[in-house]
């Protein structure tokens, strides 16, 4: 599917409605290219910022609202971050939905028509395949199931936070609230922004939830490459986890009692093991679960800390974006009490009320992806509106919905479901495919189920998320809890998406949990498409909270999570295939023991840490070719430079495009150019694992690709060193020296709608860079890009933060843009120079230094 974006270049699928005269669409694009270049002219000469700044929030004076109660003061640092003090909880979240507005509407927006199905709304026709996924994954009816099972206290949060929005679009409607609307006027011209809602808030939680949503994609090419290669193939190209090589990061699971109180959980002794198409749409509009997903965090006991006490670090990788998906603040009742609870800050999601990531005045958390399978697809058998299901045919539920379209009819989609969840064959080609051509079973292991019925196959899906969860009530449980037992009481709502949650407070405590919605599953294990038609299969239910692994106080000192294995083969419940390989892990946990030998650890310590380089596959690489020569001048001169390398994915690195080229191209050559059937290069953690094996088996047929004239491993090697050499002298010249990695996989910040409008003076409005990086895939400075398809990088460290708890006024913070979603605001990308460094900003919590850091003060109070 298209960007949104697209519609003002006419991208329209085939399936839908005839699309309106071409010569006004024609007179749209000329008209939008004329208009932004006269933007970009007028701002170039000075004479159209007021066209550009309008939208610009009012940071400064008073302004008096209608539904505060009391006075509120929001203090901006010269970045824009926001700290917001109120006497209630209706002040300050009614506060922080207007702050959020001022900021970022647009993007607040555009979120809740993503997730409601309704981007056809916006962008017309060109968005109704998408659309109809997201209608038949239904975040939005979900999300207002789950508002209303919330709780008196929890409403009132979410409702004061939607009155807060509202009261800034009161007085406000198009240009006057972003620029992208008076872009979007120009082929929307009757969009009218509609009052925020508190399941506006709630249904993003959902998108969020499907970018961590971890194998879904694995899943379903592990279905159709069983279609074209053997049991045992799979097998080597998806192998288990390397336990033997690469850390666990949970404990042998003792018990904490629920009501214990610090003193008495860490009395527990708990001790850790440790061992040496539609899809890409939702995708791009949301975040993919694809090469780069994942995150890092770490914590310190404060026995190896220079301060005496824990420090924390965390940085989740995320899809790029601009704005940011993140949005930071510090929301303070301004005497804390019972009645008013909130002393927190950290990152949040603009559209969202409360804190995702932070700290409080007691305690620090951070989150990882868990990377648990809580997604499964299922082979189901159709014969007209009904299904089998254990001998018998089941009436199928229907719904029908109605897609609105900008410019065009009315659309209607059916949707259907099973007992299991949605149907989504026939909503994308991968699973059309699955099927047309079904292999249900177990990767490497086709299972055993009741006989097949006759009739029509359809996938369906089932995922934790598209039942109702407790996670809108969580986040605020986590922003008050003020020891792990409050900690693990939030962490017991947080269902999705499933994260690794770690632990720190001011009493000196470091802990982990493992929270969410981790399926028991029935006679299969997830990894392939599963008979819908015999309930042996079906989920059993969910691992009991008690069962999930946690830890306090381990005696190693430190806890560091990576999405690597969470625990050994031991555990008694299944939990995924499909775990990080444990690259990052492993590189994290070597540079955190040799810091503590080093001794102390400091803040800066840890943020050289989320800054290393290193690359594990460039290591490898270097072994591999240490006394290869080819005969070809160039290309032995490249690899003279790769055999000198430090194996730091530095951007001003020349060996490091070296061997990342070579990575690509070993890859291709090995899995995907002249495969009959190729082999997805979609994460490049379990790449590398599968090319280490590789290497010790020289005679592996994978070696040979006869397509390419390669026989062999060593010519394999030759080959793809040659290409990679070509590669570079033609992208960046013939001389080796002058080759940067940083270049090559330079970032773009690019706006999640008009950035890939095809329309380059609208792309010049809202895109900004490139910018040169380091790092790398499984690398701990994640900068991922996918194999086979370029260098740029497209998956970041969205965030970085270092928290530290003997004074949260020494902790630092930042994100890969700014504050500001407004476009040519001095806090739109004022914070990308100091993330391209891996560098960090003080991060000012207690009311002091709060007011010293204060460039901006705005007075909120009530009108009249």
């Known amino acids: 599917m298209s960007n949104p974006a697209a519609a003002l270049t006419g991208d329209i699928p085939d399936e839908a409605p005839p699309r309106p005269r071409r010569g006004r669409r024609i007179g749209l694009i000329a008209y939008s290219v004329f208009v932004g270049v006269v933007v970009l002219a007028l701002i170039a000469a000075g004479v159209g910022v007021w066209f550009v700044n309008r939208s610009f929030p009012q940071t400064e004076g008073t302004i008096a609202l209608d539904g505060l109660s009391d006075t509120v003061t929001v203090q901006r640092t010269d970045l824009g ?45 060109s968005q109704l395949g998408t659309d109809a996924f997201l209608r038949t994954l239904g975040w939005r009816a979900i999300a207002e199931q789950e508002v209303a099972a919330l709780d008196e206290t929890t409403l009132s949060y979410y409702q004061a936070y939607a009155d807060g929005v509202n009261a800034y679009l009161a007085d406000r409607d198009g240009a006057d ?144 974006s601009l704005p940011s998906v993140w949005y930071q603040s510090g929301l303070r009742c301004s005497a804390v009490s019972e009645a008013c609870p909130f002393d927190v800050a950290g990152f949040g999601f603009s559209g969202v009320p409360g804190i995702i990531i932070g700290h409080n005045a007691s305690i620090a958390w951070g989150f990882t992806n868990l990377t648990t399978d809580v997604v499964d697809l299922y082979i189901e058998k159709l014969d007209g509106d009904r299904y089998w299901r254990d001998g018998q045919l089941v009436d199928l539920d229907i719904r029908t919905e109605t897609l609105k379209v900008a410019g065009g009819d009315d659309v209607e989609v059916t949707i259907r479901s099973t007992v299991h969840g949605p149907i989504v064959s026939g909503l994308t080609a991968e699973f059309d495919a699955i099927a047309s051509d079904p292999v249900p079973g177990t990767a490497g292991a086709p299972i055993t189920a009741a006989a097949e019925p006759d009739g029509e196959t359809a996938v369906s899906i089932q995922w934790t998320a598209l039942q109702p969860g407790t996670t809108a009530s969580a986040i605020f449980d986590l922003n ?42 029935g006679a299969g294990d997830g990894s392939m498409p599963q008979p819908g038609w015999d309930s042996a299969y079906d989920w059993k239910g969910y691992i009991p909270f008690a069962d999930l692994p946690v830890a306090y106080n381990p005696d190693e000192g430190y806890i560091v999570t990576a999405n690597n294995a969470i625990v050994d083969e031991s555990y008694p419940h299944f939990l995924t295939r499909d775990w990080d390989y444990g690259w990052r892990a492993a590189r994290i946990d070597e540079l955190l023991q040799r810091a503590i030998a080093e001794g102390p650890v400091t803040a800066e310590v840890m943020r050289s840490i989320q800054a290393d380089n290193q690359s594990e596959i460039g290591k490898t690489l270097i072994t591999v070719f240490e006394d290869l020569r080819t005969g070809d001048e160039a290309t032995d001169a490249a690899l003279d430079l790769l055999r000198q390398w430090d194996a730091q994915n530095d951007a001003d690195s020349s060996a490091a495009a070296f061997a990342n080229v070579v990575w690509d191209e070993l890859a291709q050559n090995l899995f995907t150019r002249g495969r009959e059937v190729p082999v997805p290069l979609t994460n490049q953690s379990r790449q590398f694992l599968v090319v280490q094996n590789l290497l010790s088996d020289p005679d592996s047929p994978w070696w040979t690709n006869t397509e390419l004239g390669i026989s062999g491993q060593r010519a394999m090697l030759e080959a793809s060193a040659r290409s990679a050499t070509e590669f570079l002298t033609r992208a960046q010249g013939s001389n080796p020296l002058q080759w940067r990695w940083g270049d090559l996989h330079a970032i773009t910040l690019t706006h999640d709608t008009f950035g890939t409008s095809g329309i380059a003076p609208i792309e010049a409005l809202f895109n900004r860079g490139p910018f040169a990086v380091g790092g790398g895939s499984s690398v701990v400075n994640a900068t991922g890009w996918p194999l086979g398809g370029g260098f740029a990088t497209t998956t970041v460290p969205s965030m970085r933060m270092i928290v530290d708890l003997s004074d949260f006024d020494a902790s630092g913070w930042n994100h890969l843009t700014g504050a500001s979603g407004h476009a040519f605001h001095e806090n739109y990308t004022d914070q990308t120079a100091t993330w391209q460094t891996a560098q960090l900003t003080p991060w000012a919590f207690s009311p002091d230094a709060v007011t010293a850091a204060a460039e901006h003060t705005l007075t909120l109070e009530p009108a009249g």
């Open 81 to 125: 971050i926001p700290t917001i003090t109120a006497g209630s909880t209706d002040d300050l979240f009614f506060a922080q939905g207007y702050v959020h507005a001022q900021d970022r509407f647009w993007e607040m927006d555009f979120r809740r028509h993503v997730t409601s199905g309704r981007l056809s709304e916006l962008f017309g026709q």
């Open 177 to 320: 609230v972003s620029l992208e609307y008076a872009v979007l006027g120009l082929q929307n011209s009757d969009y009218q922004i509609e009052p925020w809602t508190p399941a506006d808030s709630v249904a993003w939680l959902k998108a969020m939830a499907w970018d961590l949503r971890s194998n879904i994609e694995t899943e379903t090419e592990r279905a159709l490459l069983a279609t074209a290669y053997t049991d045992e193939e799979l097998l080597e190209l998806y192998p288990g986890y390397p336990f033997g090589e690469n850390p666990v990061i949970v404990p042998q699971i003792t018990d904490v009692p629920a009501a214990a109180d610090s003193e008495d959980a860490a009395a527990a002794g708990i001790r850790w093991t440790e061992v040496a198409d539609v899809v890409s749409a939702v995708s791009s509009l949301v975040g993919g679960a694809g090469e780069g997903i994942g995150s890092n965090s770490w914590v310190v006991a404060g026995d190896y800390t220079d301060t005496g006490m824990p420090l924390l670090a965390n940085d989740p990788h995320l899809g790029a």
């Open 480 to 521: 008050t809890a003020t020891d792990f037992t409050g900690f693990r009481a939030a962490a017991e709502k947080f269902v999705v998406p499933a994260q690794n949650l770690i632990y720190a407070d001011v009493t000196g405590n470091i802990g982990y949990q493992t929270p969410g919605q981790l399926p028991l599953r």
